[in-house]
């Protein structure tokens, strides 16, 4: 089938696809099936089930991403897509190590449940112990002067709070982005954070910290949020140990310090291959500048990176499969599986310097879990008034209402939103994804099929009318 009609096109495909997922909803997927998953019938979920489960953990720069890029190579291309290939690209490699961190007075010592964060230095197999500099936020450990770190393991407190919209992950997730160059700075031996996470159970949040240029990297670890609270309990009953009258006769307290014990022995294994994986469909005008879909293929380790980001490269993929079979759309779909994002974005900078100079004619990004598209944002030159209200009114029946904030694009798109290109945002619900962002927890059985569903119903409907727009719309 033709595409002529953007608009018709959009709502047949959509009509398709609901057709489609109620007869899927009769035979939801369940985590702990074991018949072979039923390819074809619900890409995403069959994406999302395959990698998680044939590949599962896929560190950036690791046999086990490379292992995935192969993987994904395969199934792009036996879902019928064109010009799929690997781009390689360098990148420094920091794996896990041990992990052990314990409370080791003034009370009897007590284990706590820790995860490295990326970058973080070694303590060495012996570990270090050290006395507890506490603070309740990143920004009190920059007000703090030098001499109350100095030595000390610096604990930062701050407790995320849950929003639909994630947008608690900039302003508190800044501890765990900056906190151990912040800490180093000021000469801390080892820094220690409340996971970035919103919630109680045990298993820490790992990701990324970043030391400046000359900084020394030290030791850096997240624990979960109940090890936090314990750790705040027994630092304000340090606070107030001992009680011993000073030279007025008052009665003051005499603080006792918190000390941890820290094992914490991540690697650095040198240069090695990392690489994103590219496929397209072919669009029918070879002058209209192409589409660009993104999510990741990398994850962390702790978890099978199912929601982080299996799931969005399942979407997408799944989007792009469905508008390729309603018939040829004009503009290329490029499809990208970027490497290596959890640990510095290496894969959407290296597709920025391989493919920044070509046109694009708009960007997206899954990479916020797989729960449903609540609402959609827009970031498209003036000229695309008409094509936005399109969107929109594809969207609404789903239950997406029209943001009035600019899209900003996803992190391996960022270097081509930064350069211009415009942005869409489908924004998913975010309520519950920072209980399980990268931990343990991120297992295919965290996904619910029908939200999963819902994400691709709506990017196949955006996908259908962008990859169609006129160059008066999307240059
Ligand atoms: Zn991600
Ligand atoms: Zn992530």
Known sequence: MKITAPLACAAGLTAALLAATSVAASLPPSPSAVEL???????????????TTEIGPRMAGTEAESAARRWA??????????????????MKVWVRGAEEASLTSPFLPQKLHIAALGNSASTGPKGIEGEIAYFA?????????????????????????RTQDGSGYGQYGRGRFMGANAASKKGAIAVVIR????????????????????????????????????????????QAM???????????????????KLV??????????????????????????PVIVACHLDSWDLGTGAIDDAAGCGIITAAAKHVMSAGQPRRTIRILWAGAEEVGVFGGKAYFEKHGTEKHAVALESD?????????????????????????????PFGITRGKTPASG??????????????????????????????????LDKIDPAQLRQNVVAWTATLAILANSADAELT
């Not at 996971?195 to 949040?205: F, M, Q, V, Y």
């Not at 590219?278 to 669009?283: Q, T």
């Open 37 to 51: 998953p039923q390819q074809g019938k619900d890409i995403a979920w069959s994406i999302t089930e395959d990698l």
């Open 73 to 90: 190579v395969a199934r792009l291309q036996a879902l019928g897509f064109a010009n799929v290939r690997e781009e390689q690209f360098d």
């Open 137 to 161: 936020s990143y920004d009190a450990l920059l007000a703090a002067p030098d001499a109350e770190v100095k030595g000390k393991i610096v604990f930062i407190n701050n407790q995320m709070e």
């Open 195 to 238: 996971s970035i996470g919103t919630d109680n159970h045990r298993g820490p949040h790992t990701g990324g910290t970043n030391f400046e240029a000359g900084v020394k990297p030290i030791p850096a670890g997240a624990l979960s949020n109940p090890d936090a609270d314990q750790l705040a309990r027994q630092w304000v009953r340090a």
């Open 242 to 260: 001992h009680t011993r009258e000073n030279e007025t006769g008052a009665i003051v307290y005499v603080p006792e310090p918190l000390r941890m």
């Open 264 to 289: 914490l022995t991540p690697r650095d294994l040198g240069t090695k291959h990392s690489g994103n994986v590219i496929a397209e469909v072919p669009g029918s005008d070879p002058a209209a500048s």
């Open 368 to 396: 916020f879990g797989a729960d449903r598209v609540w609402r959609v944002d827009f970031k498209l030159p003036a000229s695309a008034k008409a094509l936005e209200d399109r969107i929109a009114a594809a969207l609404a």
């Open 410 to 443: 996803g992190a391996d798109i960022g270097a081509l939103v930064a350069a211009g290109v415009p942005a869409i945002d489908l924004q998913q619900d975010g309520t519950r994804y920072f209980d399980l962002h990268h931990t343990p927890d991120d297992t």
